[in-house]
Antibody
Framework: EVQLVESGGGLVQPGGSLRLSCTAS????????MSWVRQAPGKGLEWVAN????????YYVDSVKGRFTISRDNAKNSLYLQMNSLRAEDTAVYYC?????????????WGKGTTVTVSS | DIQMTQSPSSLSASVGDRVTITCRAS??????LNWYQQKSAKAPKLLIY???NLQRGVPLRFSGSGSGTHFTLTISRLQPEDFATYYC?????????FGAGTKVEI
């Protein structure tokens, strides 16, 4: 079964750090772009960052540039999101997402999400 | 950044109705447009990719059309399990962006 399982969420104070992890199973992890997508309480979906299969390309939404770092370990079938200098507006459910396709790309597998709350 | 504008933001419909949701891009994105369904804060589910391709396992009552800047998602005969929020998303370029969502209510 194709599956993504996130972990690492929790309550953190403003200015603090958190590292999210995502473990993939049921598919060849190293063959896919991977993304993090978040959803603030009661709000819509917001793409956060993605990373190419061989780690040569990484992209971020402007609001997290310089604060968040996406990474992956293909040997461990794992995706990470290091989040520093956290702000209240980073409070959200964070989804680990697989990007499929070869010309047209789409997000075909989603984890259940992990909740990050930034509050004092 | 490419802005995605969905309309309406919400709609009320009945079982059996035909429902159409519109998504407009702020610039041409060819067919780099995907549609997702999200129920009650669960993880989103891919419905349509590349504007008009039905994801495997998605019922045939769902269809997508459009190219360039104007796209539509149509549910031909609304079923009870279709009451949810629907999002469009462009994959033409980063940052990848979503529409604000359309909530389909009873």
């Amino acid at each position: 079964e194709v599956q993504l399982v996130e972990s690492g969420g929790g309550l953190v104070q403003p200015g603090g750090s958190l590292r999210l992890s995502c473990t993939a199973s049921g598919f060849i992890f190293s063959s896919y772009w991977m993304s993090w997508v978040r959803q603030a309480p009661g709000k819509g979906l917001e793409w956060v960052a993605n990373i190419k299969q061989d780690v040569t390309e990484k992209y971020y939404v402007d609001s997290v540039k310089g604060r968040f770092t996406i990474s992956r370990d293909n040997a461990k079938n794992s995706l990470y999101l290091q989040m520093n200098s956290l702000r209240a507006e980073d409070t959200a459910v964070y989804y680990c997402v697989r990007e499929a396709g070869s010309y047209y790309y789409y997000m075909d597998v989603w984890g259940k999400g992990t909740t990050v709350t930034v509050s004092s | 950044d490419i802005q995605m504008t969905q309309s309406p933001s919400s709609l009320s419909a009945s079982v059996g109705d035909r429902v159409t949701i519109t998504c407009r891009a702020s610039q041409s994105i060819s067919s780099y447009l995907n549609w997702y369904q999200q129920k009650s804060a669960k993880a989103p589910k891919l419905l349509i990719y590349a504007a008009s391709n039905l994801q495997r396992g998605v019922p045939l009552r769902f269809s997508g059309s459009g190219s360039g800047t104007h796209f539509t998602l149509t549910i031909s005969r609304l079923q009870p399990e279709d009451f949810a929020t629907y999002y469009c998303q462009q994959s033409y370029g980063t940052p990848l962006t979503f529409g604000a969502g359309t909530k389909v209510e009873i």
